[in-house]
C-alpha cells in the first residue's frame, strides 16, 4: 500500500519538473528527450536546428553532424531546479571512405540524476531516480553547385530509472542542412560585415515506440524543428550570428525561439537568446564564450588546437532559481587531412601536360578560406624536408626546398610541358592563420609519378640516286624515317639534313670544308609513341664531289635535348651534264657530179671496110653516137647533115669508092634509125693524101686509123643542136657521221659509257672510251652507221630516232642520259660539174665554136655559190710522146682560160673580178687522165678508151671543173 502514493509522486515530478523549459506536458512522455545539453545550447534552444559549430546540436538535427569538424569533443554539465543535473559527453569524428571524405559520425551520452528526496514525511525510504541518453549518428554531405546540403540520421537509446521502477525504448532522427557559400551581403547597412553564410534546417526527432512505465505507456515526444541562421562577419574579426528556431512537440504548443551570438577575433562571444513559449525558468537567456588557441597557448595546446569554454544561464524568477550551464570543448582549427587523388602513386604518364588532382580540403572555421600549395621536384629528399618542415611549422619556400612551388584555388593544378623522369609531389592546404596540413597518398606524405620519354630516333637515312644524267643540281632522293621509340608524345621536333663537302674529285679530303648549307628542314608539332615520320626530300648540289648528308632531330624544348639524335652518310654526287646532237642530223652525204660528155660527128672504119661497127649503133658505153645524132635530128627536122667519108691511102685505099659507101652506109643507119632522107645530103668522098708515117707504129696505127672515116657536118648555127654535150648525173652517198656534244663530269671514276641509238629499223651502239678522261666526258662523240648505203637509206634516212648515252661508273651506279630524238636526214654535200671541150687533134682549138658561149652559159654557177671554183684541165690523146701531149695539154688548159676571161671580160665586166678570184690556175695532165665518169648507177666508165679512135678523139679535151671548196677536191689519176 505504500507504493502506490511514491508511484504518483513520481509521476508528479516527472510531470512537473522535468519539463520545465517546454511548458506542460500533456500526453507525452520522455520529456528528457527534449533537452539539448551543452551550454550554448540551452539558451532559449535558438540554432539549434541549424548550429554549423555546435557538436552538440546532432541531438537536435542529426544533418548538423556533417558540418562538424574534423574530430570535436565536447563535455558539459548542469545544475537544475531541485538539485537535478545533467552531464554529457558528445564527440565526433570525420569517417573517411573510398568514395567521399564528407561523411561523419557523433556519439553523445547524456545524464540527468535525480536526488535522493523523500515526500512522504519518512514514512517511506527515500528514492533517487534518473535518466541516461545514448544517442550515435551519421551525416553525409553533399555539394550542390557551390553549396552544401547535409543529410542525417540519428539512433538513441534511452534509459529511465526512478526508485525501483525503470523504462527504456529506443527512437530515431532525420534531418536536413542546408548552408550556402560564402557571400557579400548587398545590403548597404550589411555590408560592412563583408562576408556572410546562410543555412537552415529541418529536423523530425524522437521518433520511435511509446515509453512504458509499470503498466501505461506514454508517447515519446516526437517534434517537427524548423531552423535557420544568418552568419555575417570576417574571420579574424568581428563575427554576428542571427538565429531562429521553431518547434513542433507532438500534442503540444508550438514553440519559438530566437538568438544572437556577438564575437570577435574567434576569441570571445556572447549569446543571447529568447523563448516565445511558456516556461516556467522565463522566457531570456544567454551565456558567454572563451576560445583558446595555439597562437593564445602555444605548445600548451598543440599546433593547430582550440579549448573552448562556454557557460550560459537562464532568467531569474520569483519561482525558481536559474539553472547553469557549463561546457569544455576541444576541436581543431587547422585544414582538414585530405589525400592526393592523381597521378596515382608510382604510375608512368605518357603525356606533356600532367594534371595534378587532390581531394578537397575543410576548414570549418567560418569565413576562413583556404588555398593549396603545389610542391613538385624531381628530388625526393625535397618533399622529405617539406614534411618535415611542415611538422616543425615552419615556412616553405621555392628557393628553400628548389622544387616547384605554386598555388591553387581548386583541387587540381596542370603542369605544362614538363620534362621527362620521375617527380615527386605533394600538396599543403593552408588557411588565413597560416595553419597548413600537408596531404597524403598512402601512407606517404607525398606522391610519385613518372613522365615518359620521348625518344625520337632516325631508323632509316637512305641516299637514292638518280639514274639520269642532266645538267641541274638534282643528285636523288633522300629518304628520312623517323620514330618515336618513347612512350610518350613528341612536340616540336625539328628535322635538319644539313650537306657538307668532305672530298673534291681527285682530291684529298677537305680539311676544312668550303660547302655547308641546309639541304632539308621540316618541323613536327607531335610525335605519338611508336608512330614513323617519314619523308623523301630531293637532294640539289652543283658541287660535285663526296659529301656527307647530316641528319639531326632536335627538340625545341630543353626538355627532350638528351634524345636528340644523329645520322650521316656518305654521297657521292653523280654525273652531270648535257650530251645532245641537233634535233636534225645528217646520217647520208650526197656528192652530186654532172658530166657534161661530148659528142664529136665522125665515125670511123676499118680497112677497106664500110661497115659501122656497132659501137656506133648499140654497144657503146654511152648512148652510141648515131643514135644520138638520130635522136637529135628526129627533135629538130628543120636540121640537116652532111656526110663525107674518106679514105687513108696510106691504108692502101686509093679508091674513092670506099669513101663514098662509108658515107653511104652512115646515111643507112641514120635512116634506119628514124632520120628523114631529107635531112641527110652526102658529099663526095675523099681520098686522104699520104702524110709522113710516125715513128711509132702504134701512132702510125692509130693515125691512120683516125683517116678512114665519115665527118658529119651541118651548119655552124646548128652545131649545138646536133653536137651539144650529153649530161650524165652520178649521184655519189657517204654515209656522215652524227657528232655529240658531250660535257658530262662525275665524281667518280667511269668505269663503262656507250651511246645507244633505236629505231623503227632496229638499235646500235659505240663504245665511247676513247673519248673519255678518267671522270669526264668532255667532247664531240662521233658516231657513223656501220651500214651499207642502202640500209641508211631505207631504215634510218627521213625517220626519228632515240639516242641516249649510258655510263657505269666505279661504284657500279648505272645512269643514263634522258632519251631524245632526232631526224636523220641526208645533206648535198657539194654539185661539182665537169664540162668537156674536145679540141682539133694537135690543136688548141675547140672542135666547135658554140663551146665558148656555152661556158658562158655557165657562169651562174660560178657566181651564185661563194663556195664554187673553176678549174681549166688540158688533157691529150696518147698519140705522140708524153712530152708532147704534156705541153699540148697544157697549151690547151691555158688557151682556153685566156678565151675564156677574155669572153667574160668583155661580156660581163662586172663578173671578171669575181670570176679571176674563184679561178684555179690552168694545168695539163698529158694524156695520163683518159676521160672516164661514172653512170648514175656507180659504175665507173672509161669513155676515152685510146685503144679507139672514139675514144681518143674525146682525150684531146679540156674539162672545164666547177667545184665546191667544201669538198675534198677530186685529185685526177696520174
Not at 640516286?465 to 623517323?482: C, F, R
Not at 658531250?742 to 659505240?766: F, M, R
Not at 661514172?934 to 671543173?961: A, C, H, S, W, Y
Amino acid at each position: 500500500m505504500r507504493l502506490l502514493p511514491l508511484k504518483i509522486l513520481i509521476f508528479l515530478f516527472l510531470m512537473c519538473v522535468v519539463p520545465l523549459r517546454v511548458g506542460s506536458q500533456i500526453r507525452s512522455g520522455a520529456g528528457f528527450l527534449k533537452i539539448q545539453p551543452g551550454a550554448r545550447e540551452s539558451i532559449s534552444n535558438a540554432g539549434n536546428s541549424v548550429g554549423l559549430n555546435h557538436v552538440n546540436g546532432f541531438f537536435a538535427n542529426p544533418a548538423i553532424t556533417g558540418f562538424a569538424r574534423e574530430w570535436q569533443w565536447s563535455a558539459s554539465y548542469s545544475t537544475w531546479i531541485g538539485d537535478l543535473y545533467t552531464t554529457s559527453v558528445t564527440g565526433a569524428h570525420r569517417i573517411p571512405t573510398p568514395w567521399t571524405q564528407s561523411l561523419r559520425g557523433a556519439i553523445g551520452v547524456f545524464y540527468m540524476g535525480i536526488p535522493e528526496f523523500n515526500s512522504t514525511g519518512g514514512v517511506s525510504q527515500s528514492v533517487s531516480g534518473g535518466d541516461t541518453r545514448i544517442t550515435a549518428g551519421l551525416s553525409q554531405r553533399i555539394a550542390i553547385g557551390n553549396h552544401s546540403l547535409a543529410i542525417g540520421a540519428n539512433g538513441t537509446f534511452y534509459h529511465s530509472q526512478y526508485a525501483e521502477y525503470t523504462a527504456q525504448t529506443s527512437s530515431f532522427d532525420v534531418g536536413l542542412l542546408f548552408r550556402t557559400q560564402q557571400f557579400q551581403p548587398e545590403s548597404k547597412y550589411l555590408r560592412w560585415m563583408h562576408n556572410g553564410i546562410w543555412a537552415a534546417g529541418a529536423a523530425i526527432t524522437n521518433i520511435g515506440p511509446d515509453l512504458t512505465f509499470i503498466s501505461e505507456g506514454t508517447p515519446l515526444p516526437r517534434t517537427v524543428r524548423l531552423g535557420t541562421a544568418l552568419y555575417m562577419g570576417v574571420h579574424n574579426g568581428f563575427q554576428w550570428t542571427i538565429a531562429a528556431d521553431y518547434q513542433r512537440p507532438v500534442f503540444e504548443d508550438n514553440i519559438w525561439s530566437l538568438g544572437s551570438e556577438l564575437s570577435w577575433n574567434q576569441f570571445f562571444a556572447l549569446q543571447f537568446g529568447y523563448s516565445f513559449g511558456e516556461n516556467l525558468l522565463g522566457n531570456f537567456s544567454f551565456g558567454g564564450s572563451i576560445m583558446l588557441t595555439d597562437m593564445h597557448l602555444g605548445n600548451l595546446l598543440g599546433y593547430g588546437q582550440v579549448l573552448q569554454l562556454d557557460a550560459a544561464t537562464d532568467e531569474t524568477n520569483m519561482m525558481f532559481n536559474s539553472p547553469y550551464y557549463g561546457t569544455v570543448s576541444g576541436y581543431p582549427n587547422e585544414p582538414e587531412s585530405f589525400e592526393l587523388l592523381y597521378p596515382p602513386y608510382g604510375v608512368l604518364l605518357h603525356t606533356n601536360d600532367v594534371v595534378l588532382k587532390w581531394k578537397t580540403s575543410r576548414d570549418p572555421d567560418l569565413f576562413d578560406e583556404l588555398e593549396y600549395h603545389i610542391f613538385v621536384s624531381t628530388d625526393s629528399s625535397d618533399m622529405h624536408r617539406i614534411a618535415k618542415a611542415v611538422t616543425q611549422h615552419q615556412a616553405l619556400t621555392e628557393q628553400t626546398f628548389g622544387a616547384i612551388n605554386t598555388f591553387a584555388q581548386k583541387s587540381h593544378y596542370v603542369l605544362n610541358s614538363i620534362d621527362a623522369g620521375n617527380y615527386f609531389w605533394t600538396v599543403l592546404a593552408v588557411d588565413r592563420d597560416g595553419h597548413q596540413r600537408i596531404a597524403t597518398q598512402g601512407n606517404r606524405s607525398y606522391g610519385k609519378f613518372s613522365v615518359s620519354k620521348a625518344r625520337p630516333r632516325i631508323i632509316a637515312f637512305d641516299y637514292q640516286y638518280s639514274p639520269w644524267i642532266t645538267a641541274d643540281p638534282y643528285q636523288g632522293d633522300v629518304t628520312l624515317a623517323i620514330k618515336n621509340s618513347g612512350n610518350r608524345m613528341a612536340h616540336d621536333l625539328v628535322v635538319n639534313v644539313s650537306d657538307s663537302l668532305v672530298a673534291y674529285p681527285d682530291k684529298h679530303f677537305v680539311s676544312s670544308p668550303g660547302l655547308s648549307e641546309m639541304a632539308f628542314s621540316v618541323k613536327l608539332d607531335s610525335l605519338a609513341p611508336d608512330s614513323i615520320f617519314q619523308c623523301t626530300f630531293s637532294w640539289n648540289t652543283d658541287v660535285l664531289g663526296n659529301h656527307a648528308l647530316k641528319a639531326v632531330v632536335t627538340p625545341d624544348t630543353e626538355s627532350l635535348a638528351s634524345n636528340s639524335c644523329f645520322q650521316q652518310i656518305q654521297c657521292f654526287t653523280i654525273p652531270k651534264g648535257e650530251f645532245t646532237t641537233p634535233d636534225t642530223v645528217v646520217v647520208l652525204r650526197l656528192n652530186a657530179v654532172i658530166y657534161e660528155l661530148p659528142y664529136v660527128g665522125k665515125v670511123y672504119f676499118d680497112e677497106h671496110s664500110s661497115e659501122i661497127d656497132p659501137i656506133y649503133t648499140t654497144k657503146w658505153v654511152m648512148e652510141p653516137p648515131l643514135k644520138t645524132f638520130a635522136q637529135r635530128l628526129r627533135r629538130y627536122p628543120h636540121l640537116k647533115v652532111v656526110l663525107q667519108g674518106t679514105a687513108d691511102s696510106n691504108s692502101d685505099e686509093n679508091n674513092v669508092k670506099i669513101a663514098n659507101e662509108r658515107a653511104e652506109a652512115v646515111s643507112t643507119v641514120l635512116q634506119v634509125l628514124g632520120v628523114s632522107e631529107h635531112q641527110i645530103s652526102i658529099k663526095p668522098g675523099v681520098v686522104l693524101v699520104q702524110r709522113r708515117v710516125p715513128n711509132s707504129p702504134l701512132d702510125a696505127k692509130w693515125i691512120f686509123e683516125e683517116r678512114r672515116r665519115v665527118d658529119i657536118t651541118t651548119d655552124e648555127q646548128y652545131e649545138e643542136q646536133l653536137f651539144a654535150p650529153l649530161e650524165s648525173r652520178y649521184l655519189e652517198r657517204l654515209s656522215a657521221p652524227v657528232i655529240f656534244k658531250s660535257s658530262i663530269k662525275c665524281s667518280v671514276p667511269i668505269a663503262s659509257t656507250s651511246i645507244l641509238w633505236h629505231c623503227d629499223a632496229g638499235t646500235d651502239s659505240i663504245d665511247i672510251a676513247p673519248w673519255i678522261t678518267p671522270r669526264n666526258i668532255i667532247t664531240n662523240i662521233e658516231w657513223e652507221a656501220d651500214y651499207s648505203q642502202e640500209y641508211i637509206e631505207q631504215n634510218w634516212l627521213n625517220r626519228y630516232f632515240d639516242y641516249t648515252l649510258l655510263l657505269t661508273d666505279s661504284l657500279n651506279r648505272k645512269f643514263r642520259v634522258p632519251a631524245r630524238h632526232a631526224f636523220a636526214e641526208n645533206e648535198m654535200l657539194q654539185l661539182e660539174r665537169m664540162y668537156y671541150v674536145i679540141a682539133q687533134f694537135a690543136q688548141a682549138r675547140p672542135f666547135y665554136e658554140f663551146y665558148w658561149d656555152n661556158l658562158l652559159q655557165r657562169l651562174p654557177i660560178l657566181v651564185g655559190d661563194e663556195k664554187k671554183r673553176i678549174k681549166f684541165i688540158g688533157h691529150g690523146c696518147a698519140i705522140g710522146s708524153d712530152a708532147i701531149n704534156s705541153w699540148l695539154s697544157e697549151a690547151r688548159a691555158d688557151t682556153f682560160q685566156t678565151i675564156f676571161l677574155n669572153d667574160i671580160k668583155n661580156k660581163y665586166p662586172e663578173l671578171y673580178e669575181t670570176v679571176l678570184s674563184r679561178m684555179d690556175r690552168a694545168i695539163g695532165l698529158g694524156e695520163n687522165d683518159p676521160i672516164r665518169f661514172k653512170t648514175p648507177q656507180g659504175v665507173d666508165v672509161l669513155l676515152g678508151d685510146n685503144n679507139e679512135p672514139i675514144g681518143r678523139q674525146l682525150n684531146r679535151r679540156v674539162m672545164v671543173f666547177f667545184y665546191t671548196i667544201d669538198a675534198p677536191e677530186p685529185v685526177p689519176a696520174e
